[in-house]
């Protein structure tokens, strides 16, 4: 196990960081740096494992696969899975919950039927929703929220008896704010609604157990979590995977095919169709790995340390205004300064070189709800330092002198 | 959009920055501070858009800032008249250079001039992030667009 000493020391694993000195990289909300470890993993595999999985007759395949399957439990276990026929590979968060809401949402959507989510929700947590609803003849239903986060009143309004789905982010890219999911699943079970929680900004920064969150769909992107892009995952319950038909067809996803009728192969296979990122796999079991191995509080520590070491020399700039909760959040920093353009200020900072992310951050009805054309938004990761956190506060002052 | 059927906006007296004097200016600058500097002040020039005419169909999409731009086609010298602003300091700058270029000029000269040349020569676009970049070149092709619209019979020529 890591110790919160050894923390500076990681920033070596990842070659990026490491050599550019020149950089300070606060996007890892958008998608983080890879350590050598899973680059590594993903050459080895290629160079000495390569082959297609679940279907040739040599030996080589037979590796592949194993190495495949051996890549689902390890990501199985790092969110408290019961089983790895609970992880259906897709290409990240935003194919996952598409495949909860074109497999699952038809099966207990109908006219009456109501969808809840919220206003911070990414666009990939709305608009696989909205399609559902238009199919389905569902209503869909958006709680308020403010910068300090969900309105429970509200919540608790729009979640009635024809609630059929719940669906959430776990962390807010935009705002931090970290919802109570185990609260929200309670709401959810006195109505019988399911509960999909979209995961992506909280894999890197928290010790996720779906078992614990008590929500039945869980969905996140290897790329946000020091893996590769490209693959991610759907985490569901067995009995509801069990339940649902197969969204995309083709090879990998069936059992026996006849002119006339075919069968569907069982978990997961059933939700894979087509030949898999094999390599994607190795890679994010590889990042699972790698941070299982760091102390898990250590690492909370360093990156609450970063904000805020961040929000209280942001501060001090005249004019600017921190968006985000007062409480724990992940790390995520959102501003905006009074009569500054988000854009203007992006690109100040990146002739700083430091990397941020500016605009409405994929969550346009969250912006309309803050009232905001945007925000400018740091986040950091375990590579981050104290230094990357005052270049970063030095480059905003610079930028404020500017407009 | 119908440029033929935009209002012509009021404009202020403030003279702008001839294309000459800010191809000099950014021959002079070595740091990344004085371009910007420029830029921003630049873009003080630029008429501020009433709020009126900020409208839904006034705006360039495929900006992460907001932009609107109205045309209008002068009676008397033929030349099409441009009124663009933006909620960004920044990028009203960057549209004092392209009214610098584009403006009061007829739709054959607007479709002919090299702007890519003028970016190059100006080191603009290297020093812009690759969205703010898109979103330059979108308001170029809206220009562009008018101006053809505009031009009759050399629209598919200049093309
Ligand atoms: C909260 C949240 N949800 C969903 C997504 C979509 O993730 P992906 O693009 O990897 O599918 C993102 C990434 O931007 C995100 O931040």
Known sequence: MTQARDIAALRHDFPLIA????????????????PQAVLDAIAEHYRTANANVHRAAHALSGAATEAFEAARSTVAQR????????????????????????????????PGDNVVITRMEHHSNIVPWQVACERTGAELKAVDVSMHGIDQDDLAGKVDERTRIVAVV????????????PGIARLARKVDAAVVV??????????????????????????????????????????????????????????EVRIEHTSYAGLPFRFEAGTPNIAG??????????????????????ETELVQLAESGLRQVEGLEIIGPDAAKGPVVSFAI?????????????????????????????????????????????????????????????AREFL | MNWASSEPAARTSVPATALDDIRMAFELFDAWEDT???????????????????????????????????????????????????DAHIVRGLIAILLAVYDDHSPAEIVAFDIEGLFDELGLLSHLSPTRGNGLRVIVQRIRAVARAAGDGHASTAK
């Open chain 2, 36 to 86: 910007y500097r420029f830029v921003i002040d630049l873009g003080q020039e630029v008429a501020e858009m009433p709020p009126g005419q900020r409208t839904p169909a006034a705006l360039v999409r495929g900006c992460q800032s907001q932009v609107w731009l109205h045309a209008h086609r002068d009676e008397g010298s033929g030349h099409v008249r441009f009124d663009i602003d933006s």
């Open chain 1, 19 to 34: 050599n550019r000195p020149d950089l300070v990289y606060l996007d890892s909300a958008a998608t983080t740096q890879k």
């Open chain 1, 198 to 255: 979209d995961g992506a900004q909280a894999m890197a920064h928290l010790d996720v157990d779906v078992a614990a969150l008590g929500c039945d769909f869980y969905a996140f992107s290897a790329h946000k979590m020091y893996g590769p892009t490209g693959i991610g995952a759907l985490w569901g319950r067995e009995h509801l995977l069990e339940q649902m038909p197969p969204w995309q067809t083709g090879g990998e996803m069936i059992e």
């Open chain 1, 79 to 110: 969110i408290h899975a019961q089983s790895p026929n609970e992880i259906v590979w897709t290409k990240g968060t935003t194919e996952a919950i598409n495949l909860v809401a074109a497999s699952y949402a038809p099966t207990v959507l109908g």
């Open chain 1, 338 to 398: 009074e009569d500054a353009h988000p854009q203007d200020i992006g690109t100040l900072l990146d002739q700083q070189g430091i990397a941020v992310r500016t605009g409405h951050h994929c969550a346009m009805p969250l912006m309309e709800a803050l009232g905001l054309p945007g925000t400018v938004r740091a986040s950091f990761a375990l590579y981050n330092s104290a230094s990357d956190v005052e270049r970063f506060v030095q480059a905003v002052r610079k």
């Open chain 1, 281 to 302: 796999a190795i890679g994010i079991a590889a990042a699972a790995d790698y941070l299982g191995g760091l102390d898990g509080a250590a690492l909370r520590t360093h």
């Open chain 1, 170 to 181: 776990h962390v807010s890219n935009v705002l931090g704010v970290v919802n109570d999911i």
